[in-house]
């Protein structure tokens, strides 16, 4: 198996994701070749860490491994076969695309089917774990793929990346999976922003019902996260863009809709994320939904002053105030 250093790697996508973890694989030993649409973010990332920014698909002649970072299946492909020829025609025989963007499963296929006419080989290892993980290496990655000597070859890398490596199955499980984690992800976002607007016709500060979820059984990454961190404190600062949180449940949505399955849960969270994205527009943080169902404040400067759980911070009430349990 091949050791860090061994592979030369390809980076299309040096976004918020795809800049920490190009330099993570640059200081992990790996000469790497780096592409972005913005033509500026290459050659200051060259600047910065090293390793050559391609201005064209043959630029990439050499690579071992490609690893795209990108906004869908798409934009994959538009770069892997259309850029001016696409990129796998300057790939050797035997290289391996790692598509780490959130692309549909069945764009993956498809773009599997035209990389093994060319013989090279196609895994889809997308990534959860937002841009903290990506920054430090300990991503987790949804490993799909039908060669296993192709995933074997990658695994190196994709260690540099993850601090845990799920495989998945077969070509497009990766893909198909990270859409369903998002699925769940939305649907518990949009359960906690619906119970915090409805709260708040209560009485119930945003703070005080974050604290009663977090210790019981509504807790989910939203209220220990999301909403503890960014919403209710106003900040809407995640870094995860409204669109591909959107994009994501239409993704899970359209799965369901091939498999012939009644899914009416992912139908209306789907529809809700979408509606959202129509009317808060594409440049907002995901945190931000919520501005595009009610016209309702959950922002910490909203909320009336915090009152600590009785008997202390277990909640447990002492002395007369057990009367009130």
């Not at 690579?63 to 300057?90: C, K, N, R, Y």
């Not at 009336?304 to 105030?321: A, C, F």
């Amino acid at each position: 198996m091949a050791e860090a250093g061994d592979l030369t790697i390809g980076f299309v996508g040096l976004g918020n994701m795809g800049w920490p973890m190009a330099r993570n694989v640059r200081q992990a030993g790996h000469p790497v070749v780096v592409y972005d649409m913005d033509a500026a973010r290459a050659p200051r990332f060259v600047e910065e860490f090293g390793g050559v920014a391609a201005h064209a698909p043959a630029d990439f002649a050499g690579v071992s491994v490609l690893i795209t970072m990108l906004p869908d299946g798409a934009a994959v492909a538009q770069a892997v076969l259309e850029w001016d020829g696409g990129i796998a025609a300057a790939l050797t025989a035997g290289s391996v695309v790692i598509d780490m963007s959130s692309s549909s499963p069945l764009d993956t296929q498809a773009l599997g089917v035209q990389l093994a006419e060319r013989d090279l080989g196609i895994v889809d290892a997308p990534v959860s774990g937002g841009i903290t993980r990506a920054d430090s290496g300990e991503l987790t990655i949804m490993v799909g793929g039908d060669d296993a000597q192709a995933i074997a070859r990658v695994e190196p890398v994709l260690n540099v990346l993850g601090a845990r490596l799920f495989l998945t199955g077969p070509l497009g499980s990766g893909h198909a999976m990270k859409a369903l984690n998002n699925f769940c992800g939305a649907t518990s976002y949009a359960a906690t922003a619906e119970a915090l607007a409805i709260g708040q016709h209560f009485g119930l500060s945003g703070e005080v019902m974050l604290g009663v979820l977090n210790s019981s059984t509504g807790r989910s990454f939203n209220t220990e996260v999301v909403f503890k961190d960014e919403v209710v404190p106003g900040r809407y600062a995640t870094g995860f863009a409204l669109p591909l949180l959107a994009k994501d449940v239409g993704i899970a949505a359209a799965l369901a809709q091939s498999a012939g399955l009644e899914a009416p849960v992912c139908s209306t969270v789907s529809s809700r994320w979408t509606q959202a994205l129509e009317r808060l527009g594409p440049a907002r943080d995901h945190s931000e939904a919520h501005k595009g169902w009610w016209d309702v404040v959950l922002a910490e400067s909203a909320q009336p002053e915090v009152n600590p759980p009785l008997g202390g911070q277990s909640g447990v009430p002492k002395g007369d105030d057990a009367r009130m349990s």
